[in-house]
């Protein structure tokens, strides 16, 4: 199976300032279709999880243009330009490339 | 709007057996994959399993945990999707998710395997 890594575990971050999260894979998720198939989901707390970027860096409708992804091959990252109130919960990774899909562990974001 | 119900959860003894439902509306059921993650109290997301769409022939998916113990289902002229868990384990203790893709997930619905 695909391992995802995710680093840090924990973020404190002060309102208003960057945020960003990795997300490492154990193998390259490029697909044989040319395209990389890595998701990134915001859980708040008591709520299912929801998707905020689809395909490495494609915003889902209606989440906050300071969300942004980037990244390719194994290295990816989830960037929050100006980290606000609403955005607290845990983030995952999720690589779509491989069956069984897989998860990152998770990094909480919380405010300082 | 898409929306998805899961439902069937609640309390089971070790070795019994569950079926939890996922009602779903909004898109055309038939084009899309579903599929059902889990997460046990306080922990990360897990996959149970996925089933393909009509396109793909509805082929069934699953991970290791679930494999011969779970079977998905689905239902398309009732929009809906199941989970017949058999054989429980008390690390099967979690909140299942329905899920449509990658994209849309349900409120989820607790099952908790205990004596």
């Known amino acids: 199976d695909v391992v995802m890594t995710q680093s840090p575990l924990s973020l404190p971050v002060t309102l208003g300032q960057p945020a960003s999260i990795s997300c490492r894979s154990s193998?390259?998720?490029?697909?044989?279709?040319?395209?990389?198939?890595l998701n990134w989901y915001q859980q708040r707390p008591g709520q299912s999880p929801r998707r905020l970027i689809s395909k490495v860096s494609n915003r889902d409708s209606g989440v906050p243009e300071r969300f942004g992804g980037s990244g390719s091959g194994t290295d990816f990252t989830l960037k929050i330009s100006r980290v606000e109130a609403e955005d607290v919960g845990v983030y995952y990774c999720m690589q779509l490339t491989y069956w069984p899909l897989t998860f990152g562990g998770g990094t909480k974001v919380e405010i300082k | 709007e898409v929306q998805l119900v899961e439902s069937g959860g609640g309390l089971v003894q070790p070795g019994g057996s569950l079926r939890l439902s996922c009602a779903t509306s909004?898109?055309?059921?038939?084009?899309?994959?579903m599929g059902w993650v889990r997460q046990a109290p306080g922990k990360g997301l897990e996959w149970v399993g996925r089933?393909?769409?009509?396109?793909?022939?509805?082929?069934?998916e699953y991970t290791a945990s679930a494999k011969g113990r779970f079977t998905i289902s689905r239902d398309d002229s009732q929009n809906s999707l199941y989970l017949q868990m058999n054989g429980l384990k008390t690390e099967d203790t979690a909140v299942y998710y329905c899920?449509?893709?990658?994209?849309?997930w349900g409120r989820g619905t607790l099952v908790t395997v205990s004596s």
């Open positions: 089933s393909r769409n009509r396109a793909k022939n509805y082929i069934t």
């Open positions: 909004g898109f055309t059921f038939s084009d899309h994959y």
């Open positions: 899920i449509k893709n990658s994209d849309y």
């Open positions: 193998q390259s998720l490029v697909h044989s279709d040319g395209n990389t198939y």
